[in-house]
């Protein structure tokens, strides 16, 4: 079984970096690095595997808080297997 799922920003900034290099990725996985308002860098994860089916982001875009980043399929038989 497979859901989507947005991935959002955890705060305001500017994308630094995308560090999902493949599609498919892990729990806890960088999936992006943003540089926030205050200049620190904050690293956005998931708790869940799955694939990216789209980046909404690309390096150098402001976000803010809530901001979807990109949508993945959370894959639900890895969970399951477990």
């Known amino acids: 079984m ?3 799922s947005p991935i959002v920003s955890p705060c305001c900034g500017i994308i630094e970096k995308i560090l999902c290099h493949t599609s498919v990725f892990q729990p806890k996985d960088s999936l992006f690095l943003i540089r926030t308002t205050d200049g620190e860098l904050r690293k956005v994860t998931v708790d869940y595997s799955g694939t990216i089916t789209s980046y909404e982001v690309r390096p150098g875009d402001e976000v803010f808080t809530g901001m979807v980043l990109a949508y993945s399929e959370e894959d639900l038989t890895a969970a ?3």
């Open 2 to 4: 497979v859901i989507q």
């Open 80 to 82: 399951e297997n477990e």
